[in-house]
């Protein structure tokens, strides 16, 4: 069992740090060591103990639910997960397509500096109407469209990205920014092409497609925000799961 009364929060980068970092750490220091289905703090209680508000409580959790530290279960709670044997790299859609022996190409819909709406503004966690960049391209492999991406960057980031060369893969332009992304969280459903989906992507409208939805993470910071819509014909998501 964890006592509040005898834990410190550790302050990351001293008292200027991020507060669901320290919130992070703080949770990271209580359940370290626990056993597996161990409980990890409530957002409510972490909410009344920081007087923060929950969105930052959450980014904190979510944080470490992606490391695999917690494990969310729904109607229950928060608790300490099993030891993952191996953690995927993190690959962008060219180093994806190399894995599977195929060459990438994209072509650029949109670039341009937009303001952040209230859904893209909570999960790069900036204000409402903070600049980002909006980047739309048809990716293809082989010369086969494989997928359509719609990418979200926190502007302060990738300063003066909109005044180069467009670059060719992304993952590589945040890594010359130190923030490639570290880890990302990844949620999955099947849905239809609509008109605009099936035209680039050489499809029949209503046919099956398997939409993506990404937010990457360098560091402490969430670095993007990325859908996409993959043809299911062309397109296998591969998992390998077992115990741990």
Known sequence: MY???????????????????????????LVIGESPGASAPSERELVQKFSVARATVRQALDALVAEGLLVRIPGRGTFVARPRRAQSPVLGFSEEMARRGMQASSETLLLGREKAG???ARALAIKEGAAVVHWRR??????????????????????????????????AELATRHMRPSWVDDTFRADVANI??????????????????????A????????????????YALHLQLGPS
Do not use: F
Request: aromatic share 6%.
């Open 138 to 171: 048809l990716r293809r492999g082989d010369g086969v469209p494989i997928c359509i991406e719609d990418v979200y960057l926190d502007e302060t980031i990738v300063p003066g990205m909109l005044e180069r060369t467009t670059p060719t893969s992304l993952y």
């Open 118 to 120: 209230p859904t893209i």
């Open 3 to 29: 006592t509040y009364a005898h834990l410190m929060v550790r302050s990351v980068e001293g008292e200027r740090s991020l507060k669901h970092v320290q919130i992070r750490e703080y949770v990271r220091e």
């Open 219 to 234: 560091g402490d910071r969430y670095v993007e925000v990325c859908r996409s819509v993959y043809r299911a014909d062309r």
């Open 196 to 217: 605009e989906e099936a035209t680039l992507l050489g499809l029949s409208v209503g046919v099956p497609v398997l939409r993506r939805q990404r937010k990457s993470v």
